[in-house]
């Protein structure tokens, strides 16, 4: 079982920057991760992608309307990856939540929150206008 710490959440107005940050570890220090995404939820509307990361390599994604305004880091050696929010708009309201996939994913399989085996409690975000 992996646990996951969400932090960085928060309320900007309109064109605001927030940085969301997600930690995960493991029961006796021992984690094994294939893949840590982001995903969204507001209230009334179904989860959505907002970014994800291969761990191991460089492969990173976006979800759409994301690619330029979104950045996703990481540092593998701390087990901890960063969402960069930039140029926030109201429709970015909601609740995020960071995951990951204990198991082997295939590149057709990281958008689908259901492949996702360990969930964070999930961060709101609120952009007014």
């Known amino acids: 079982q992996v646990h996951l710490e969400e932090s960085g959440g928060g309320a900007v107005q309109t064109g605001g920057s927030l940085t969301l940050s997600c930690s995960a570890s493991?029961?006796?220090?021992?984690?094994?991760?294939?893949?840590m995404a982001w995903f969204r939820q507001a209230p009334g509307k179904e989860r959505e992608f907002v970014a994800a990361t291969a761990w191991g390599n460089r492969w990173l994604d976006y979800g759409e309307g994301m690619k330029d305004r979104f950045f996703l880091s990481k540092d593998e050696a701390k087990n901890t990856a960063h969402l960069q929010m930039t140029n926030l708009l109201p429709g970015d309201t909601a609740k995020y939540y960071c995951a990951v996939a204990t198991s082997v994913l295939e590149y057709s399989q990281y958008r689908d929150s259901e492949n996702y085996d360990s969930w964070g409690q999930g961060i709101q975000v609120t952009v007014s206008a």
């Open positions: 493991g029961r006796g220090g021992v984690l094994s991760l294939d893949w």
